[in-house]
């Protein structure tokens, strides 16, 4: 017998959005917490190099007089932007990140300066892959979209990332997939 995930009231501005008969269970937030991994600390230092490299060019090249090397502002700023960028607008994105659990589908909500607002749907199904990764917070996906990445394609998980309460999603998550049944 299965269990019928507890909801909770609907929220105003739902209306239009949510099927007949489908119900919130869950809403939460990921953790924005500012993160700096082995990933980033590559990255990082390769931007740093390459920022480097550009600031030596521009003082020799401002040696000579002119303003020739003002040439050099665009390789130093890409250089910074790629020591520094990943993990900020990682945690930019994450706090503007907003997650809804229904009795059907799960909703990814996000309001950036680059993308806008978003809202992102995704069913779950009976036969719908759950995986928790990590440790408090951790993350629950229950999608995954293939995406080109250093020229491959990739198959990148979506779903609830760096959240507190992730044991419990996972558990609602698998109480719908039985109702589904």
């Known amino acids: 017998m299965s269990k019928t995930p507890t909801t909770i009231a609907t929220p105003p501005g739902w209306g239009g959005i949510l099927d007949a008969g489908e119900a919130i269970i869950w809403q939460g937030r990921p953790d924005?917490?500012?993160?700096?991994?082995?990933?980033?600390?590559?990255?990082?230092?390769?931007?740093?190099?390459?920022?480097?490299?550009?600031?030596v060019w521009m003082v020799i090249a401002a040696s000579a007089g002119g303003f020739f090397w003002a040439f050099g502002?665009?390789?130093?700023?890409?250089?910074?932007?790629?020591?520094?960028?990943?993990?900020?607008?990682?945690?930019?994105?994450?706090?503007h990140t907003w997650y809804t659990l229904t009795t059907r589908r799960a909703f990814i909500a996000t309001d950036t300066l680059t993308s806008g607002r978003s809202l992102s749907a995704y069913p779950i199904a009976a036969d719908t892959v759950l995986t928790l990764e990590g440790e408090?917070?951790?993350?629950?996906?229950?999608?995954?979209?293939?995406?080109?990445i250093n020229k491959r394609?990739?198959?990148?998980?979506?779903g609830f990332e760096h959240i507190h309460d992730a044991g419990e999603v996972l558990e609602k998550l698998r109480e719908i997939q039985k109702a589904a049944r």
Request: no cysteine; hydrophobic share 55%.
């Open 32 to 55: 924005g917490r500012f993160r700096f991994g082995w990933r980033d600390l590559v990255t990082g230092l390769f931007g740093f190099i390459f920022a480097g490299f550009a600031l």
């Open 73 to 95: 502002l665009i390789h130093f700023s890409v250089g910074a932007a790629i020591a520094v960028g990943g993990p900020v607008w990682r945690t930019y994105r994450l706090r």
């Open 136 to 148: 408090d917070p951790a993350s629950v996906h229950f999608a995954s979209v293939m995406r080109r």
């Open 153 to 158: 394609d990739r198959l990148v998980p979506i």
